[in-house]
Nanobody, 123 residues
C-alpha cells in the first residue's frame, strides 16, 4: 500500500510558477510516480511521470519545456515544478503511484492516488 498526499496548489497569474509536492508513505519500494490533472468537464490526463529508480521522466506534449517532475534524495517526495503557467493549466492535480521496478514510466496502470490539489491560473 502507498499513501499519497499532495500539497502546493493555489492561484497564480498566467506566466507565473507553482511547485506541487507529493509525499509518499507506506510501501516505498521502487515505483512509477506521476502527476495527472483533470479540468471541469474534461477527462483526466497525464502530465508528467518518472521512475523513482532510474530517474527517467516522461511528459505530455502540452507541458514539455514548462513543467519538471523530480524527486528528493530519499525518493519519498515527488515534485512538479510548473513554470510559464497558462489558463489552460487550471485543473485539479493528482499524484499517482504504481509499484514495481520500471526503468521508464508512462501514464498507464496507476493504482494509488492522492486526493488532489487545485491549481487555478488567471489571466
Amino acid at each position: 500500500q502507498v499513501q499519497l498526499v499532495e500539497s502546493g496548489g493555489g492561484s497564480v497569474q498566467a506566466g507565473g510558477s507553482l511547485r506541487l509536492s507529493c509525499a509518499a508513505s507506506g510501501d516505498t519500494s521502487s515505483r512509477c510516480m506521476a502527476w495527472f490533472r483533470q479540468a471541469p468537464g474534461k477527462e483526466r490526463e497525464g502530465v508528467a511521470a518518472m521512475s523513482t529508480e532510474s530517474g527517467s521522466t516522461y511528459y505530455a506534449d502540452s507541458v514539455k519545456g514548462r513543467f519538471t517532475i523530480s524527486q528528493d534524495n530519499a525518493k519519498s517526495t515527488v515534485y512538479l515544478q510548473m513554470n510559464s503557467l497558462k489558463r489552460e493549466d487550471t485543473a485539479m492535480y493528482y499524484c499517482a503511484a504504481r509499484s514495481g521496478w520500471y526503468w521508464s514510466c508512462n501514464f498507464s496502470q496507476y493504482n494509488y492516488w492522492g486526493q488532489g490539489t487545485q491549481v487555478t491560473v488567471s489571466s
